[in-house]
């Protein structure tokens, strides 16, 4: 036993961990206390710098400590040589923390300031330790900030940065950061004036052949592949044109292409008369009228108005007093003509614009040609099959459609675990392909109020706007449960069937104003009470429930009549 190393046994170590930690404790709660009395008595004197530098050294995390070093420097009364050392210092502290932790929010920004503070930096040290944390992790996104920062203050030209991303990236494909990087600078560099893509057509296509090569070297990672995504699927548009417009005589909907932003004085709707003796007449028909947006939001593509005044009376074009009239709307310096429905009594508009863009290029049919090889060779690959159905979409939607959807159905079975994120896929490009035959088929001179989107298995409503201007929308067969707010948009929506939609509550059904019929037939719906507040907040006419585990054929309907008698319920 003489003359060997006691071990101390686990109970023995934990104990005397217990007295350190009790003792850091203390120390830190006396450093804090002495901290914040400093500082209530506004005395920034070395000993608190001192004492919250070991602060910060232990836990560079701690953002208050941080915030009340800053304060140091702008309370005191240093000379401009002082100033600047105690700067030169502050940065060495961050050093030390940033060795600690390098993931630090507090560190990396109390950097900045410092930066932002001194007269003369030394950008070369600092983009050279910027570079060293790159190396270290290539993925640490503060280092990348910092070093957006530096280059921004030091004037480093945009061309340069270029190199150093591509640098990064040739050294190591999976370095993300970098690819995210790099699309910064070339949107800057090389924008496409056209907007349609996300730079210029000659350098997109060098980077698509540059991404093309990452991704063909290690098809598995990642990166590549986000960064293709961002060059093959951007969508940029700015544009608040009319997409759709319907007038009646008593509401106006207004559906725009993009989010737009609308005020009772920035939109006119107008009708123009020219009388028998060829006389003109133009009367605004809007003014002093309220707009309003479906989800109540200041940027929204669905504006509503309603008033009593918006037809007037055609008894005098009936009496021959009037021989034409015409409506258009005026929005900023735009105006769109409106037609006159044959049917009902309404004007509508409709832009030739389709609510799906068309894309034909060929570097598009290029990239699907390649890619098809990698399937080839990578049949379970998920990134190159997800790749090929972004580009046959943006290609041609419609040639491709039953095979997107075939390959979303692969991607189920191949990614299970990300089944519900490709099954909403999947109902975004069925409504897309089902709005974009919708209008091509429809008369030019009519505008249907009658949609259906029933058994489409959709697990998500996208594009909802688009469906403001329909009366009678059918969405049973679908499995709509977690879309249930999504309806809100169906502002104008008078019969509404959501029959067999696995809907287990009504708890973010949204008020529809117009909603007159309701099918919830063939759900799973439990709770009576959800129906009744629900029918509270709706003048709704007919109502059918059935099939679902709340009926019963005597005692539900029964109870539901009892408050509303007037409403009709569907019985078997």
Same mark, same amino acid.
């Given at each position: 036993?003489?003359?060997?190393?006691?071990?101390?046994?686990?109970?023995?170590?934990e104990?005397?961990?217990?007295?350190?930690? @009790?003792?850091k404790?203390?120390?830190?709660?006396?450093?804090?206390?002495?901290?914040?009395?400093?500082?209530?008595?506004?005395?920034?004197?070395?000993?608190?710098?001192?004492?919250?530098?070991e602060?910060?050294?232990?836990?560079?995390?701690?953002?208050?400590?941080?915030?009340?070093?800053?304060?140091?420097?702008?309370?005191?009364?240093?000379?401009s040589?002082?100033?600047?050392?105690?700067?030169?210092?502050?940065?060495?502290?961050?050093?030390?923390?940033?060795?600690?932790?390098?993931?630090?929010?507090?560190?990396?920004?109390?950097?900045?300031?410092?930066?932002?503070?001194?007269?003369?930096?030394?950008w070369?040290?600092?983009?050279?330790?910027?570079?060293?944390?790159?190396?270290?992790?290539?993925?640490?996104?503060?280092?990348?900030?910092?070093?957006? =920062?530096?280059v921004?203050?030091?004037?480093?030209?945009?061309?340069? +940065?270029?190199?150093?991303?591509?640098?990064?990236?040739?050294? %190591?494909?999976?370095?993300?950061?970098?690819? =995210?990087?790099?699309?910064?600078?070339?949107?800057?560099?090389?924008?496409?004036?056209?907007g349609?893509?996300?730079?210029?057509?000659?350098?997109?296509?060098?980077?698509?052949?540059?991404?093309?090569?990452a991704?063909?070297?290690?098809p598995?990672?990642?990166?590549?592949?986000f960064?293709?995504? *961002?060059?093959?699927?951007? $969508? &940029?548009?700015?544009? %608040?044109?009319? *997409?759709? @417009?319907?007038?009646?005589?008593?509401?106006?909907?207004?559906?725009?292409?993009?989010?737009?932003?609308?005020?009772?004085?920035?939109?006119?709707?107008?009708? &123009?008369?020219?009388?028998?003796?060829? /006389?003109?007449?133009?009367?605004?028909?809007?003014?002093?009228?309220?707009?309003?947006?479906?989800?109540?939001?200041?940027?929204?593509?669905?504006?509503?108005?309603?008033?009593?005044?918006?037809l007037?009376?055609?008894?005098?074009?009936? $009496?021959?007093?009037i021989?034409?009239?015409?409506?258009?709307?005026?929005?900023?310096?735009?105006?769109?003509?409106?037609?006159?429905?044959?049917?009902?009594?309404?004007?509508?508009?409709?832009?030739?614009?389709?609510?799906?863009?068309?894309?034909?290029?060929?570097?598009?049919?290029?990239?699907?040609?390649?890619? &098809?090889?990698l399937?080839?060779?990578?049949?379970?690959?998920? *990134? @190159?099959?997800?790749?090929?159905?972004?580009?046959?979409?943006?290609?041609? /939607?419609?040639?491709? =459609?039953?095979?997107?959807?075939?390959?979303?159905?692969?991607?189920?079975?191949?990614?299970?675990?990300? @089944?519900?994120?490709?099954?909403?896929?999947?109902?975004?490009?069925?409504?897309?392909?089902?709005?974009?035959?919708?209008?091509? +088929?429809?008369n030019?001179?009519?505008?249907?109020?009658?949609?259906d989107? /029933?058994?489409?298995?959709?697990?998500?409503?996208?594009?909802?706007h688009?469906?403001?201007?329909?009366?009678?929308?059918?969405?049973?067969?679908?499995?709509?449960?977690?879309?249930?707010?999504?309806?809100?948009?169906?502002?104008?929506?008078?019969?509404?069937?959501?029959?067999?939609?696995?809907?287990?509550?009504?708890?973010?059904?949204?008020?529809?104003?117009?909603? +007159?019929?309701?099918?919830?037939?063939?759900?799973?719906?439990?709770?009576?009470?959800?129906?009744?507040?629900?029918?509270?907040?709706?003048?709704?006419?007919?109502?059918?429930?059935?099939? %679902?585990?709340?009926?019963?054929?005597?005692?539900?309907?029964?109870?539901?009549?009892?408050?509303?008698?007037n409403?009709?319920?569907?019985?078997?």
């Amino acid at each position: 036993m003489h003359g060997r190393i006691k071990v101390r046994t686990t109970a023995e170590q934990e104990a005397i961990k217990k007295v350190e930690r @009790a003792k850091k404790v203390i120390q830190y709660k006396a450093a804090i206390n002495l901290v914040f009395q400093k500082r209530k008595d506004k005395i920034y004197d070395d000993e608190m710098l001192m004492v919250t530098a070991e602060m910060v050294l232990q836990n560079p995390d701690i953002n208050t400590i941080w915030n009340i070093r800053r304060e140091a420097f702008e309370k005191n009364n240093w000379t401009s040589e002082e100033y600047e050392e105690r700067l030169n210092k502050e940065l060495r502290l961050t050093e030390n923390c940033l060795r600690e932790n390098p993931k630090s929010y507090g560190v990396w920004h109390h950097r900045c300031w410092i930066i932002d503070h001194l007269s003369k930096p030394d950008w070369k040290t600092e983009l050279s330790l910027c570079a060293k944390f790159l190396n270290f992790d290539e993925r640490n996104f503060h280092g990348w900030d910092y070093r957006q =920062h530096l280059v921004k203050k030091a004037g480093i030209s945009d061309e340069e +940065e270029f190199e150093f991303s591509t640098a990064k990236i040739v050294k %190591n494909f999976s370095n993300y950061s970098s690819w =995210h990087y790099r699309s910064k600078i070339l949107s800057k560099m090389f924008p496409d004036k056209s907007g349609k893509l996300p730079i210029n057509p000659e350098k997109h296509k060098e980077e698509l052949d540059l991404v093309m090569n990452a991704t063909f070297t290690d098809p598995t990672d990642s990166s590549a592949w986000f960064y293709q995504r *961002w060059l093959l699927d951007y $969508n &940029k548009s700015s544009s %608040n044109a009319l *997409w759709l @417009a319907k007038v009646t005589k008593n509401k106006i909907i207004i559906i725009f292409h993009d989010n737009t932003k609308i005020k009772a004085d920035s939109i006119t709707l107008v009708r &123009k008369c020219v009388k028998q003796d060829g /006389s003109i007449v133009e009367n605004d028909m809007n003014s002093n009228v309220n707009w309003y947006s479906y989800n109540n939001k200041d940027l929204s593509r669905v504006w509503i108005a309603q008033s009593t005044t918006f037809l007037d009376d055609e008894s005098d074009v009936e $009496n021959n007093e009037i021989s034409s009239e015409t409506m258009y709307i005026k929005f900023g310096n735009e105006i769109y003509d409106l037609h006159k429905s044959k049917e009902s009594n309404s004007w509508y508009y409709k832009s030739i614009n389709l609510p799906v863009e068309k894309h034909n290029d060929d570097q598009l049919k290029e990239q699907m040609d390649n890619y &098809k090889q990698l399937v080839e060779m990578e049949p379970n690959n998920k *990134w @190159a099959i997800l790749t090929g159905i972004f580009l046959m979409k943006n290609y041609d /939607s419609v040639k491709y =459609h039953e095979k997107i959807l075939q390959d979303l159905s692969a991607l189920i079975k191949i990614d299970s675990l990300r @089944a519900n994120y490709y099954a909403d896929i999947r109902s975004k490009y069925i409504i897309d392909n089902k709005l974009l035959t919708f209008w091509q +088929e429809e008369n030019n001179f009519e505008m249907n109020s009658v949609i259906d989107l /029933s058994n489409l298995e959709l697990t998500n409503l996208y594009n909802e706007h688009f469906f403001s201007i329909f009366e009678q929308i059918n969405l049973s067969g679908n499995q709509l449960n977690r879309s249930l707010h999504r309806l809100v948009a169906l502002q104008n929506c008078k019969k509404l069937l959501l029959s067999n939609n696995k809907l287990k509550n009504l708890k973010n059904f949204p008020i529809l104003p117009n909603l +007159e019929y309701l099918s919830l037939r063939y759900n799973e719906l439990t709770n009576i009470e959800e129906i009744l507040n629900l029918l509270k907040h709706h003048n709704i006419i007919t109502l059918d429930l059935r099939d %679902n585990p709340l009926w019963n054929t005597t005692l539900v309907p029964q109870q539901i009549l009892n408050i509303y008698p007037n409403l009709e319920i569907q019985m078997d």
